[in-house]
């Protein structure tokens, strides 16, 4: 499947710039899903000993919910909002990915409330669950 955003196109979805951009590919989005990647460079801001840690899984998936939000905003013609974690809970962090590997992450928006979204993520790297976790995310319109 080709992805709808990539590499400098992924800037229209996501209010962060470098060296804080974790998302490099939007893949698809329904009303309630979205599926987004990011391959992990070594130059990585949050990779540590080769690994990615732990604030760059959780950047990820929070830049992959805003990317998910931005993509309504663009087939609006608008730009993309800035949004905040507003909460984190049921986070499992079963390993850390190493520098090199692609990370896929899918989200589910269980609820939206205000300009408050509650939402579940998914994350993947080779096939293998790496993180899963709920995050309330607002967004600033």
């Not at 809970?89 to 589910?108: D, N, S, V």
């Not at 993947?124 to 319109?141: F, L, P, T, W």
Request: contains cysteine.
């Amino acid at each position: 499947m080709k992805p709808l955003f990539t590499g400098e196109d992924i800037k229209k979805l996501i209010p962060q710039r470098p060296p804080i951009m974790m998302v490099d590919t939007f893949w698809e989005a329904t009303d309630t899903d979205a599926r987004t990647g990011l391959t992990i460079q070594h130059d990585n801001y949050f990779v540590q000993n080769g690994k990615f840690r732990e604030p760059g899984l959780i950047e990820h998936i929070a830049q992959s919910a805003s990317a998910f939000a931005g993509y309504g905003y663009f087939k609006q013609g608008k730009p993309a909002p800035i949004g905040y974690i507003g909460e984190i809970k049921k986070c499992a962090i079963h390993r850390l990915p190493a520098a090199g590997e692609t990370l896929q992450t899918r989200i589910h928006i269980l609820s939206e409330v205000m300009g408050v979204t509650l939402l579940s993520a998914e994350t993947e790297s080779n096939g293998e669950v790496v993180v899963e976790s709920r995050m309330k995310i607002s967004i600033q319109a």
